[in-house]
């Protein structure tokens, strides 16, 4: 059985080197993969690239860039640096979507509507060199529990403010379950963005008690309190036609081999997911 | 030194006893205070109204009623019920103010936006009960992160769309920093309530690392994240003339002694929020 435009994102096999995942990908019936950025430079890019021929994978995105938040000065330019390297590799990967990362408050800052107009501004200052490669900076909102210290943007319509003031070959928006599931306006916001604004479809249940690490309290869809349908539709209704990727940060996934993980999420995915198509 | 305005809730020093708490209160130089029904209950409402009244202080807002998201049936006529006796006390006790929870999904629900709905319909059924005692329904948005098993009321837009539903002086909201300081909407949406839909003001930090109890993970006013001046200015420039409470779920901060805790937030809201006033 293949998984059509289900995508496993990497993360969720975290442990597994590149060369690992796109095995255990291809094994398990997945055409495409969401990568990450340090399993490639483990191997470099170059290698990467190779890899990723040979597998006859797609690559769905590439994750992350953004981390772009702080104050002018050397650590922001060198954030842009590193956003720009990130825009290369995923060009060179095949893919047309960088996920970005907003980054949170610098140390000791409280101006939060401040660091969220320097997302905007960091948007624009990698906009040519994304048009120039091809490749879109998919800005995901993250939950509001990481707005202090991982991403200030914590909606799609904040994600869209921003993405709609650039061209939608340049900028759009992610849409993760897990991160918007809770939102009153998440269904008229993915109507907002429609099918030229969403970068990214990507599902993950959210699970109670909330683990103690809130980084890693991510669930498998179908374990949770998510229900995928309206959310789902809305995404299909508002014209996506990209993979669909599932990215589960949780300590007692990574602890699973990977082929029963890779088979588990897809299973949930056509289950869940594909019914709706 | 007295603190004016500033109101200590009885959950910062959530192991005191009401008489204890009130003492505290006194003693350390406040006016008002923020009441809780279980230390209320533990002495009875008759000798909990007694207490409070040779106190001499204020009663800011009586905690908590709510939790009313369960589907149609018994469970649901008892939650409509204990709020029904939640008006009656927080009459009682000398407080125009009763503060509603909403409530979670129900076990084994995902119907958010149906929960959602039973809010307002739960609302509407106690209006007329709030009327009659000149209590009035204190929509507090929890922040997302409880959205599954705590509060479906999440933004301060959200709650304010039910409230105004209904008169004023039956139904409003509560603004607490922890719960709205992330909300891009958070300075428009608190001049949208204006005075006659902010039925209380609560100051509490955002403190990172989340602790891994995220139902006792909030920061006493200075320590965390939080820019309090631009919520505090919008709040008292829609012109909110009531008391701020400060209410800290922490484990930390419920083992020190109550006078050390309650001396402390107030030096926290002299010095961040009375410059403001």
Redesign the interface.
């Known amino acids: 059985m293949t998984h059509g435009r289900f995508s496993l994102n990497q993360a969720t096999i975290k442990y597994a080197s590149l060369a690992e995942a796109l095995q255990v990908a291809v094994d398990t019936g997945y055409e495409t993969i969401g990568l990450w950025r340090e399993p490639v430079a483990e191997v470099g890019l170059d290698k990467a690239v190779e890899l990723v021929q040979q597998s006859g994978l797609r690559v769905s995105s590439l994750c992350r860039g953004g981390f772009f938040t702080t104050l002018p000065g050397p650590e922001r330019d060198a954030a842009l640096e590193d956003n720009r390297r990130a825009l290369e590799e995923a060009h060179r990967l095949g893919t047309d979507t960088l996920v970005l990362v907003a980054g949170g408050?610098p140390v000791g800052d409280?101006?939060?509507?401040g660091a969220?107009e320097r997302v905007r501004d960091a948007i624009g200052a990698l906009a040519e060199d994304a048009r120039s490669l091809g490749v879109r900076l998919a800005i995901e909102p993250l939950?509001?529990?990481y707005?202090?210290?991982r991403a200030v943007i914590?909606?799609l319509?904040?994600a869209l403010d921003i993405a709609e003031q650039f061209a939608p070959e340049v900028a759009a928006v992610v849409v993760d379950t897990y991160h918007v599931?809770?939102?009153?306006q998440v269904l008229e916001q993915i109507a907002r963005a429609g099918k030229d604004r969403i970068a990214s479809y990507q599902i993950c249940d959210?699970i109670?008690?909330?683990p103690?690490?809130?980084l890693l309290a991510r669930g498998i869809p179908g374990d949770?309190?998510?229900?995928f349908e309206?959310i789902t539709r809305a995404v299909l209704a508002a014209g996506y036609e990209g993979d669909i990727e599932t990215e589960i940060f949780h300590a007692d996934v990574w602890a699973r081999p990977y082929a029963e993980v890779a088979t588990e999420v897809a299973d949930r995915y056509h289950r869940l997911i594909e019914p709706l198509l």
Do not use: V
Not at 181 to 184: E, G, I, K, N, S
Not at 224 to 227: A, L
């Open positions: 408050l409280r101006d939060l509507i969220r939950h509001p529990m707005a202090a210290d914590n909606t319509g904040q599931w809770w939102d009153p959210w109670t008690p909330l103690a690490d809130n949770g309190h998510i229900d309206p």
